[in-house]
């Protein structure tokens, strides 16, 4: 048995959440399926004290990752337009509560998860217990890889491309982790950041196509961005 899957374990990651957060548990739309999902009540209200507790501004204190965002529901939704071979193997970065790397699981992938927040860790390997055995969970800083040395034919994100400041240290990330001939698969909900990623990546040397995902929720599509690197796109 994984040890996430460790009805123990589970409880003892739960046990660590709550002190934290408050939670609830419902079940999501994830790949075509109701899935169990824990999330949490109130995000803004773990925004807010971080604030107040003046963190620095980095991933390892980013609160964000209590919230679901519709960026990952895009991504979700675009993964099923796919044709996944079972065993693939995904990479997700900035993976907050996991629901993206969850959908590529239960689509049969094998994925690992990373984020910088250990919050956000904890509450991803809870998620995740129903698919233990395709997913792994993994601390990761885009701005230091040390120790980090597998590459992906597949890497997902979600909603990471928000601030432009974080682009020059994502867009290194992404060519150590990505296999030569992959694809970076990126959703956002048509921000004005999301304008200025699509040119500032394709002027770091990547080809960045774009395509979108209507929710049916009465917003704005999500935007998915498919990044290759210029030398190895077709």
Not at 17 to 28: D, Q, T
Not at 106 to 111: E, F, K, Q, S, Y
Not at 150 to 173: A, K, T
Not at 209 to 215: G, H, K, N, P, T
Request: proline share 5%.
């Amino acid at each position: 048995m994984h040890r996430q899957a460790d009805p123990r374990y589970a409880l003892k990651l739960l046990k660590r959440l709550e002190r934290r957060v408050e939670l609830e548990h419902v079940h999501a739309e994830i790949a075509g399926t109701s899935y169990p999902w824990a999330r949490v009540v109130n995000p803004d209200k773990l925004l807010e004290e971080t604030l107040r507790n003046d963190q620095p501004e980095s991933a390892t204190f980013d609160p964000f990752w209590a919230a679901t965002w519709r960026a990952a529901q895009g991504l979700d939704r675009f993964l099923g337009t796919l044709e996944l071979p079972t065993g693939s193997r995904i990479l997700e970065l900035g993976g907050g509560s996991g629901r993206a790397g969850i959908s590529a699981a239960l689509r049969g992938a094998n994925v690992c998860i990373t984020d910088a927040s250990s919050m956000a860790l904890i509450m991803c390997r809870f998620n995740a217990r129903y698919v233990s055995d395709r997913v792994t969970v993994r601390k990761l800083d885009w701005a230091n890889l040390t120790g980090f040395h597998e590459r992906f034919p597949i890497v997902l994100g979600s909603d990471i491309v928000y601030n432009p400041s974080l682009y020059p240290i994502l867009e290194p990330c992404m060519r150590q982790v990505l296999d030569s001939n992959g694809v970076v698969l990126l959703s956002e909900p048509q921000r004005h950041t999301g304008d200025r990623f699509e040119n500032w990546i394709r002027h770091a040397g990547w080809r960045c196509d774009s395509s979108l995902v209507d929710l049916k929720d009465g917003q704005r599509e999500i935007r998915i961005f498919q990044c290759r690197l210029k030398e190895f796109a077709a």
